[in-house]
């Protein structure tokens, strides 16, 4: 069966945290990943780093990391200064997964986030093929350490390169790594897609790694996503990756802000109950 995972944000205002307590919870409630910031994991000290590893291990929890690179990163930028300071911070990433013994990285790694087309200056065709070649460059690394980068897509409101299965997949061909697989997530798709469904069974082979969320970033279960349908599909592409749920349901805080999260979402629930209940309601359907 898929490892079941939570994103540590669902229970933090802020990007930076200490993921340590968070394994442990996750574990508790039933999770077999958690899913950390990239971005916080790269800028531990070898300690930190060391210490979260092995809190890894001692809870018995795998972990994914992620992030949506700042715009001083983007791999996308006509800027070539700009894109190769992408490209640094990416192999940063990957040194950093390395010594927490992390083996998936997914996000919005090809440009940054969020982003509009408006205002850089440059067609989407040039960024896509500028973003190509710097993520040929980046691969490199994942492939000489046994990593894979996931390319997530995106509703267009956050992102302008990748926002359908199609293009993630197009993005991959492009590439042309084994180490280049896509990211695709319930709640993105339910904006972007015609069917949920056909998207995950065109991605196929393509699809390393799967967020899940309601229509409203509320947990699994609780919304009106077509759950069954998509494991399914899931089943349907013999697809044996990581399944991680991400729910944003607080106001507040970075998380909050970057998320546009202005009300609370669910009031007056235990949000490690809530956790619960839906990772056992996944792991059942995908039994």
Known sequence: MNKVGIYYAYWTRDWDAD???????????????????????????????????????DAGI?????????????????????????????????????????????????????????????????????????MKEAIRKAEDHGLTYNVEVVNRFEQFLLNTAEEGVNYAKAVGS???????????????????????????????????????????GTGTIPWKKIINSLEKIRYEGWVVMEPFLKPGGEVGRDISVFRDIMPKIDLDEEAEKSCNFIKQLLK
């Open 178 to 220: 084994p180490s280049l697989k896509v990211l695709l997530d319930t709640f993105h798709m339910n904006i972007e897609e015609n069917s949920i469904s056909e998207a995950i069974e065109l991605a196929g082979n393509y699809l390393g790694h799967f967020h899940i969320g309601e229509n409203n970033r509320k947990p699994p």
């Open 62 to 134: 795998s972990m994914s990391c992620c992030i949506g690179l700042p715009s001083t990163s983007d791999m996308a930028s006509s800027d070539p200064d700009i894109r190769k300071s992408g490209l640094n911070h990416l192999n940063s990433i990957a040194d950093a997964m390395v010594q927490c013994g992390i083996t998936r990285l997914g996000g919005i790694i090809y440009s940054c986030w969020p982003a509009k087309l408006d205002g850089r200056h440059s067609t989407k065709t040039q960024a896509w093929d500028w973003s190509v070649a710097t």
């Open 19 to 57: 993921f340590i307590p968070y394994l442990f919870k996750a574990k508790e409630l039933g999770f077999d990943v958690l899913e950390v910031n990239a971005g916080t994991v790269a800028t531990m000290n070898s300690k930190e780093q060391a210490n979260l590893k092995s809190a890894a291990a």
